[in-house]
């Protein structure tokens, strides 16, 4: 069975730093990209990082370059966000999806797996 458990959401204070952990089993994980998407209220889901197992390339949304950190660390089958400098705006419900390319997808089309939200919430 395939699971993906993100942990790690939280209030923070704008500036603040938080770490969400997805934690990855059931499918060949070094085969697969992990992203993190997110969505706030009324908006769309929007990809926020990725990363591919395979050639370990990244993606990451224009809104959070230089702010988040994607990481993989393949033994633990656990893929982190690394949240610096958050925002008010970067409050939202935060998603882990896994997708079946050795390369780096960003679009949530392609992503076939989705664990449960965790919700980061930064206030003002």
């Known amino acids: 069975e395939v699971q993906l458990q993100a942990s790690g959401g939280g209030l923070v204070q704008a500036g603040g730093s938080l770490r969400l952990s997805c934690a990855a089993s059931?499918?060949?994980?070094?085969?697969?990209?992990i992203g993190w998407f997110r969505q706030a209220p009324g908006k769309e889901r929007e990809a926020v990082s990725c990363i591919s197992n395979g050639d370990g390339l990244t993606y990451y949304a224009d809104a959070v370059k230089g702010r988040f950190t994607i990481s993989s660390d393949r033994p633990k089958k656990t893929v982190y966000l690394q949240m610096n400098s958050l925002k008010p705006e970067d409050t939202a419900v935060y998603y882990c999806?896994?997708?079946?390319?050795?390369?780096?997808?960003?679009?949530?089309?392609?992503?076939?797996?989705w664990g449960q939200g965790t919700l980061v919430t930064v206030s003002s």
């Open positions: 059931g499918f060949p994980f070094d085969d697969y990209a």
């Open positions: 999806a896994a997708a079946p390319y050795s390369i780096v997808v960003s679009t949530p089309d392609f992503y076939d797996h």
